[in-house]
């Protein structure tokens, strides 16, 4: 909901001037590549350590199988090295990761409702991402889901409907909406929780601060840490109970110790995020301009040679 509601809302505010494709890609890579890259380090460290740093593959099979891993999972994650539940390491997160990949690669097809026609070579871009949604990344309550924040992009458009999310009784509704969704719906994937959550999502975007908790530094600080937190939790986790408590003494842990456990974790994952955001994430976003600028420049150079070798 969020991707849907960023880039689409950035579609929309730059449908006059027109959006610098470009410097879209460019920065979601560099927002996505490095920190993602970072914890597949630690994962096939992981599976090193876990494996005694012996081939329980192939070589062929482990660089085939870690080649999926470095897709962001768009091909695949499969165990690597004979490692079982591979995936469990980062707790599953990366699921994700392929939809977001395929809904930035979308974007310049998507710009066609606004009216706005792309470059053909990025519309062929955005081909390719909803072929890729159509084959192999089709689940309906992930894709309605983009539309969630894509809806709630439209609503914040009309000044109503801002001054009614910002609304003191719409905090109530909010935590209502959201409350009645966790207790009563054992998954999200349904029509009524998907709307409840929908129609959260939109209060927010539409200036709602849940009694000011969102407006606040401390979630702000932890926002912008968000793509460490997600990516990196899973790591934390599993080195803790793996390798300091041990899976077999953690599963006799009673539920208040094993959360109190999961309580004096936390202030070593913000601080471990905050050192990944501050050294990985933050100056990779800074190159952002001067990567395009390069980018540019190499595809002018090239331009401009086979303009010289046709005029000759």
């Given at each position: 909901?969020?991707?849907?509601?960023?880039?689409?809302?950035?579609?929309?505010?730059?449908?006059?001037?027109?959006?610098?494709?470009?410097k879209?890609?460019?920065?979601?890579?560099?927002?996505?590549?490095?920190?993602?890259?970072?914890?597949?380090?630690?994962?096939?460290?992981?599976?090193?350590?876990?494996?005694?740093?012996?081939f329980?593959?192939?070589p062929?099979?482990?660089?085939?199988?870690?080649?999926?891993?470095?897709s962001?999972?768009?091909l695949?994650?499969?165990?690597?090295?004979?490692?079982?539940?591979t995936?469990r390491i980062?707790?599953?997160?990366?699921?994700s990761?392929?939809?977001?990949?395929?809904?930035?690669?979308?974007?310049?097809?998507?710009?066609?409702?606004?009216g706005?026609?792309?470059?053909?070579?990025?519309?062929?871009?955005?081909?390719?991402?909803?072929v890729?949604?159509?084959?192999?990344?089709?689940?309906?309550?992930?894709?309605?889901?983009?539309?969630?924040?894509?809806?709630?992009?439209?609503?914040?458009?009309?000044?109503?409907?801002?001054?009614?999310?910002?609304k003191?009784?719409?905090?109530?509704?909010?935590?209502?909406?959201?409350?009645?969704t966790?207790?009563?719906?054992p998954?999200?994937?349904?029509?009524?929780?998907?709307?409840?959550?929908s129609?959260?999502?939109?209060?927010i975007?539409g200036g709602?601060?849940?009694?000011?908790?969102?407006?606040?530094?401390?979630?702000?600080?932890?926002?912008?840490?968000?793509?460490?937190?997600?990516?990196?939790?899973?790591v934390m986790?599993f080195?803790?109970?793996?390798?300091?408590?041990?899976?077999?003494?953690?599963?006799?842990?009673s539920?208040?110790?094993?959360?109190?456990?999961?309580?004096?974790?936390?202030?070593?994952?913000v601080?471990?995020c905050?050192?990944?955001?501050r050294?990985?994430?933050r100056?990779?976003m800074?190159?952002?301009?001067?990567?395009?600028?390069?980018?540019?420049?190499?595809?002018?150079?090239?331009?401009?040679?086979?303009?010289?070798?046709e005029?000759?």
């Amino acid at each position: 909901m969020i991707t849907g509601f960023l880039f689409f809302s950035k579609i929309i505010n730059d449908r006059e001037k027109g959006v610098d494709w470009i410097k879209l890609f460019v920065s979601r890579a560099l927002r996505l590549v490095p920190l993602y890259f970072f914890a597949m380090i630690l994962l096939f460290c992981i599976v090193a350590i876990l494996s005694n740093a012996s081939f329980n593959d192939t070589p062929f099979q482990l660089i085939k199988d870690s080649v999926k891993w470095l897709s962001f999972t768009i091909l695949g994650a499969p165990d690597l090295n004979g490692v079982e539940n591979t995936p469990r390491i980062l707790a599953g997160v990366t699921w994700s990761l392929p939809y977001e990949w395929l809904f930035y690669l979308s974007l310049p097809l998507l710009a066609l409702t606004v009216g706005k026609i792309p470059p053909l070579p990025f519309i062929v871009v955005g081909i390719f991402g909803v072929v890729g949604f159509a084959t192999r990344y089709s689940n309906q309550w992930h894709l309605l889901s983009f539309a969630g924040g894509i809806t709630a992009a439209l609503l914040v458009r009309f000044e109503w409907f801002c001054q009614l999310a910002s609304k003191r009784i719409s905090s109530f509704v909010l935590l209502a909406s959201i409350g009645v969704t966790v207790i009563l719906f054992p998954s999200p994937h349904a029509p009524v929780p998907l709307l409840l959550f929908s129609f959260s999502f939109a209060l927010i975007a539409g200036g709602n601060t849940m009694f000011g908790a969102l407006s606040s530094e401390v979630s702000r600080t932890l926002g912008e840490m968000a793509y460490s937190i997600y990516l990196l939790h899973g790591v934390m986790l599993f080195v803790f109970f793996k390798f300091l408590v041990g899976f077999d003494r953690a599963t006799l842990l009673s539920a208040p110790t094993h959360w109190l456990l999961v309580i004096l974790m936390t202030p070593v994952l913000v601080s471990l995020c905050f050192v990944t955001f501050r050294f990985i994430e933050r100056p990779a976003m800074q190159s952002t301009a001067a990567v395009t600028k390069w980018i540019r420049s190499v595809f002018l150079r090239q331009y401009n040679s086979a303009a010289e070798k046709e005029n000759f």
